[in-house]
């Protein structure tokens, strides 16, 4: 990326007014404007100077119901913000939201009776949907993780990996294409018997493709999907935090780039990774060491939530969401099963259908 030679204090105020699709390819003019649109206080002021919403879904499931609640970056106490996300255009007994794109776009499992169980794409803020076909797999009680891109918006473009796992290595992959709207079946992900990935249900998606980490032996490693060439590939994590015997790893997505937080097991101390492409070769910079971290897990956090998704870094470290700048946060009392960041706006998507349409379909 190139430098900017604009005052960050006029580009501030510029881009803040700019809208989603204009803010996007600013972010890819210079490491300034880059930086400068993931602060929580750009987020803020651009949420209130636009139409657009920014802030976390937080999902998780109780022993009753599953619970979904939404907190905008500017609205972060406990009151319901004017602005926010639903899904009771639906008209659904039950929806669970199998993966999340952060310009506002899901895949959703529907439950409706009678009717039984629907896959569908929908833009809660627009209220738009369209139903998508049953993967070919086999329905589990217990869905395996799916993993949403958006590889264009005009017209969109998107595709859905489902991984479902038969033994500790190897797992069925089906991918839906957009383009052709249907499922297709890709060859297995086979990994060697030393090889393992820490976690098959969590991944990043940044730029069309998808990571995680990946246990060999002793050692982490990463595992990347091409959405868009559909191909895997391998890279090495940050050498000094490679030992998992010393270190607990996880990815996060900061700036809109890929990291990796890694937590010292012995002093609880943590560095965060972030990956650049130099020359288009794969590079790690160290943005961060805290080393405090025992006295901010014991810090008497408010329980709004309060949250932080920017350039100074979101850690999910347990239940805490933290700026590591300055080490403040806000601790969430809430079952989380998953955290979706969404920075999205309510103009329509062309290719989806409106709410009127659903409540027709199910009659």
């Known amino acids: 990326m ?43 002021s651009h949420c209130e100077r636009t139409n657009t919403l920014c802030g976390h879904i937080l999902y998780g499931s109780s022993p009753c119901r599953v619970l979904c609640m939404f907190k905008s970056i500017d609205n972060p106490g406990l009151g319901v913000h004017p602005k926010s996300i639903d899904f009771n255009f639906l008209c659904a007994t039950s929806v669970r939201i199998l993966g999340v794109v952060d ?34 797999s086999p329905y589990t009680l217990r869905p395996p993780p799916y993993f949403m891109t958006v590889l264009k918006s005009k017209p969109l473009k998107f595709k859905i990996l ?32 030393s090889q393992s990935l820490q976690d098959h249900r969590h991944a990043i998606s940044v730029c069309g493709r998808l990571y995680w980490i990946t246990l060999i032996q002793d050692e982490y490693g990463m595992l990347i999907f091409d959405q868009d060439k559909e191909n895997w590939a391998v890279n090495p994590v940050p050498d000094s935090c490679k030992n998992r015997l010393l270190y607990e790893v996880k990815l996060i997505k900061c700036g809109g780039k890929v990291a990796i937080v890694g937590e ?9 990774w972030l990956m650049r492409y130099n020359h288009g070769v794969k590079c790690w910079n160290k943005l961060q060491t805290i080393s405090n971290l025992k006295n901010l897990m014991q810090l008497d956090f408010s329980n709004a939530a309060d949250t932080f998704l920017t350039w ?42 409106w709410a009127n349409h659903y409540q027709a379909f199910l009659k």
Request: net charge positive; hydrophobic share 35%.
């Open 103 to 136: 310009i506002g776009l899901f895949c959703c499992q529907v439950r409706r009776f009678p009717g039984g169980i629907r896959y569908l794409v929908c833009k809660p803020t627009t209220c738009q949907w369209r139903i998508i076909p049953a993967p070919r």
């Open 312 to 353: 100074e870094c979101c850690l999910c470290l347990r239940t805490i969401f933290c700026k590591y700048r300055d080490a403040s946060g806000s601790k969430f009392l809430y079952n989380c099963r998953s955290v979706y960041f969404l920075q999205t706006d309510y103009e329509p998507i062309p290719d989806l259908r």
């Open 264 to 272: 010292r097991r012995d002093t609880e101390t943590v560095e965060v």
């Open 2 to 44: 190139a430098t900017c030679g604009f005052n960050s204090d006029v580009l501030f105020e510029i881009l803040s007014r700019a809208d989603l699709e204009t803010m996007s390819k600013c972010r890819l003019v210079s490491r300034e404007c880059n930086a400068l649109t993931y602060t929580t206080s750009f987020m803020r």
């Open 162 to 193: 489902r991984l479902q796992p038969h033994g500790l290595c190897n797992f069925n992959c089906e991918i839906f294409d957009s383009h052709i709207w249907s499922w297709k079946q890709l060859d297995d992900l086979n990994l060697p018997d």
